[in-house]
């Protein structure tokens, strides 16, 4: 089974909050589609906090982490510190993929 990454993007308008809950497996490939949705969502409103919400991924390369630690710092607007920062929830590295892996550790035969 490919590494592939969902995103579920949600816009609180009471708040004035933008949540991107991101799952499934974050790697070199799959931190691209990722940053254009954090580009996005920082497009909608861009005095808006933005959220990443990494804790439901299932695989996590470190690389591709700080790739998205390096974007959420670069993307926070120093006019509007207090409010349109980009931060990230979660975020550890998973070194071994459940999604691509079987309950032994073994490649499932999709891999």
Known sequence: ??????????????????????????????????????RRARAVDPE???????TNLSH????????????????TDPAYVQRAHVTLVG???IDRCSLTTGVDGAPTPSS
Request: glycine letters at 4%.
């Open 1 to 38: 089974m490919p590494h592939t990454l969902s995103i579920v993007v949600r816009a609180d308008i009471a708040l004035d909050t933008i949540t991107l809950e991101v799952s499934g497996c974050l790697t070199r490939d799959t931190a691209w589609p990722l940053e254009q949705q954090i």
């Open 91 to 93: 975020g550890s590295v």
């Open 60 to 75: 996590a390369d470190a690389d591709a982490l700080e790739y998205v630690r390096a974007l959420a710092e670069a993307l």
């Open 48 to 54: 808006a906090p933005v959220e990443v919400d990494l």
